[in-house]
């Protein structure tokens, strides 16, 4: 499925993916989080054999008429303040996606499915 955008110059169509990567970016900015959960083992399999990262690993994107909704699955650090981190996580997608590709971001639901301990080197 794709969300469909009009300007005065024509329609433009973008693909969940491509709204996924977008997000998965963003995320990966945000202090604390150290990787994504996977949603679908055998697909992230594949991506590591060909030798590709998947930045759109651990996120699900819902379109509706005009707004997203965004599901993501993160793992936080060790000693981190999760809630902070899921804040921090939600506002950079909403932010960064609005800003990018200018679509209104009605949800961002993120859930932590694991702690990593950090080598802080």
């Not at 491509?18 to 995320?27: F, H, K, M």
Request: glycine share 10%; hydrophobic share 40%; net charge negative.
């Amino acid at each position: 499925m794709s969300l469909q955008l009009t300007n005065k110059l024509g329609h433009i169509k973008v693909s969940n993916d491509v709204i996924a990567t977008l997000a998965g970016v963003a995320a990966m900015e945000c202090y604390g989080l150290v990787g994504m959960a996977s949603r679908s083992q055998l697909r992230d399999g594949i991506t590591e054999l060909l030798g590709r990262d998947n930045l759109a690993r651990g996120i699900e994107v819902h379109t509706g008429q005009d707004l997203v909704t965004i599901d993501m699955h993160i793992i936080v650090g060790y000693g981190t303040k999760i809630s902070e981190v899921a804040k921090s996580v939600q506002s950079k997608v909403k932010y960064t996606l609005n800003e990018l590709i200018g679509i209104q971001v009605e949800h961002v639901n993120v859930y932590i499915q694991g702690v990593r301990l950090v080598n802080e080197d």
